[in-house]
């Protein structure tokens, strides 16, 4: 019901934005949110958009360089990664929440690397 995608290979410094489209519900009643997982880390919250009042939040490890964004008529919460660093390197997922009910994404790796 979630689909992520958008990750890939970049550079130190680069930029990628990730996509997290739903199919049978509308976002715009859901949190949405991003969490990653590196190999052998624990799993850290990114970010997330609230539904009510659209605003974000932001881990302290991507403050400024990440946006979080949402696109109600595609049905789609955008992540947008610029200066990219090493340490952001992770599986990304995305997920939906509401009312105690969590959807996850597929996931999509995001490997940066020169």
């Known amino acids: 019901q979630l689909q992520a995608s958008g990750g890939g290979l970049v550079q130190p410094g680069g930029s990628l934005r990730l996509s997290c489209a739903a199919s049978r519900f509308a976002m715009d009643y859901y949190r949405i949110g991003w969490f990653r997982q590196a190999p052998g880390k624990d799993r850290e919250g990114v970010s997330c958009i609230n539904s009510l009042d659209g605003s974000a939040d932001y881990a302290d490890s991507v403050k400024g360089r990440f946006t979080i964004s949402r696109d109600n008529a595609k049905n789609t919460v955008y992540l947008q990664m610029n200066d990219l660093k090493r340490e952001d390197s992770a599986v990304y997922y995305c997920?939906?929440?509401?009312?105690?009910?969590?959807?996850w994404g597929q996931g999509t790796q995001v490997t940066v690397s020169s």
């Open positions: 997920y939906a929440f509401k009312g105690g009910a969590w959807y």
